[in-house]
C-alpha cells in the first residue's frame, strides 16, 4: 500500500516551489521574453518565491511602481510583463497557474488624428521657420507610420532614396520593416542628405520628447492644435489610409500593424458626421431604380 499510494502522490507540492521571481524572469528572457518595462517588477519582487505571489501582490506592485500614471500604463507596464513571467514559471512547473485581471482602465479621452490642412500648416510653418529636419520627420512618421523612437533611430545607411524606402530596425514587433516613402519625402531627404556621414541619424533628433516640444513649439506659432508624435504618426496614418480608399489588410501591412482589432479600434478615427457621408454615398444608389 505504501508503494501505490507513493506512486500517486502529487509531483508538485507547494513546498516544492522554490524558484524566485527574479530567477523565473532571468529564465523568462533567456528564452526570448519581451524586456521591455521588466527590470523595476524584477526590482520590486526580487528574491521572493514565485509560488507566494498572488493577483493582488502583483496589482498592488502596479500601483506602488506607477502611483500617479492610468491604468492602462499599470497594466501595460507592469501587470502584462508580470503576468508573462509568472505563466511563464507556470509552465515549467516552478509554481501553480494564476489569473491577473487587468485594472479597468479609464475611458480614453477622444483623439483627433492630423488632417490634411493641419499638416499642410505645420509643415509650412516648419519651412518659414527652418526647420526642415522636424518637417521630414513628421511627414516620415504621418505616410510611413513609423513610430518616433523609430524615426528618431534611423540612420542614413538604411535609407535607400533611388529605391524610395528605409529600413527600420527592430520595431516594437522585434523584426525589421521596409517602408516606402513618398516622393515628397525623397525630395526632402535627398534635400538633407549633403554629406552626413552613413551612421548619422536622419532626422538629428535624440528621442522623443525633444521631438514633441518642438511639435508643440511650432504648433504654437502656426496657431493649430498641438499633435503629440504618435497622433500625427501612426493614427494620421492610418485613419488616412482608409479615407483614401486602402482595405484594412493593406493599411495594417503597410504600417506593420498585427491585429485588426488594435488598428480598427485605436488608430482608425471616423470622420465627423459620418452618418450624412455614409447617407449621401447611398443617393448614389438606385435601389427603387426599374430594371
Known amino acids: 500500500m505504501q508503494q501505490f499510494a507513493h506512486s500517486f502522490a502529487p509531483t508538485s507540492h507547494p513546498f516544492m516551489f522554490t524558484k524566485s521571481f527574479a530567477e523565473t524572469a532571468a529564465s523568462y528572457l533567456e ?12 526590482d520590486h519582487f526580487g528574491d521572493r518565491n514565485l509560488a507566494t505571489i498572488f493577483p493582488f501582490d ?6 506602488d511602481l506607477y502611483p500617479t500614471q492610468s491604468n492602462a500604463t499599470r497594466n501595460r507596464q507592469a501587470l502584462t510583463p ?10 515549467r512547473g ?12 479609464e475611458k480614453p479621452l477622444p483623439k483627433t488624428p492630423a488632417s490634411p490642412i493641419w499638416m499642410h500648416a505645420f509643415i509650412r510653418r516648419c519651412d518659414r521657420d527652418g526647420l526642415p529636419h522636424l518637417a521630414a ?3 516620415f512618421m504621418a505616410q510611413t507610420a513609423a513610430r518616433v523612437s523609430e524615426a528618431v533611430n534611423l540612420r542614413w545607411k538604411d535609407v535607400d532614396l533611388p529605391a524610395r524606402r528605409a529600413m527600420i530596425l527592430k520595431t516594437k514587433t522585434g523584426t525589421n520593416s521596409i517602408r516606402h516613402l513618398t516622393d515628397e519625402q525623397v525630395s526632402r531627404l535627398r534635400a538633407m542628405r549633403g554629406s552626413e556621414p552613413d551612421d548619422a541619424p536622419v532626422f538629428r533628433y535624440r528621442n522623443r520628447h525633444a521631438v514633441n516640444e518642438r511639435i508643440k513649439a511650432v504648433c504654437r506659432r502656426a496657431d493649430i492644435s498641438y499633435k ?15 479615407d483614401l480608399g486602402m482595405d484594412v489588410r493593406t493599411a495594417m501591412e503597410a504600417g506593420d500593424w498585427k491585429t485588426a482589432s488594435i488598428f480598427l479600434g485605436i488608430y482608425v478615427h471616423p470622420r465627423q458626421n459620418s452618418g ?11 435601389f427603387d431604380a426599374v430594371v
Not at 502583483?58 to 500601483?63: D, F, L, R, S, T
Open 31 to 42: 528564452h526570448g521574453g519581451d524586456d521591455r518595462h521588466l527590470q523595476p517588477i524584477i
Open 58 to 63: 502583483v496589482k498592488q506592485m502596479a500601483i
Open 82 to 91: 508580470a503576468r508573462a513571467v509568472i505563466n511563464h514559471g507556470y509552465e
Open 94 to 105: 516552478w509554481c501553480n497557474l494564476i489569473r491577473i485581471k487587468k485594472l479597468r482602465e
Open 137 to 139: 520627420l513628421v511627414l
Open 228 to 242: 503629440s508624435s504618435h497622433l500625427c504618426g501612426r493614427h494620421t496614418f492610418a485613419t488616412t489610409a482608409i
Open 276 to 286: 450624412r457621408i455614409v447617407a449621401d454615398r447611398f443617393n448614389a444608389v438606385q
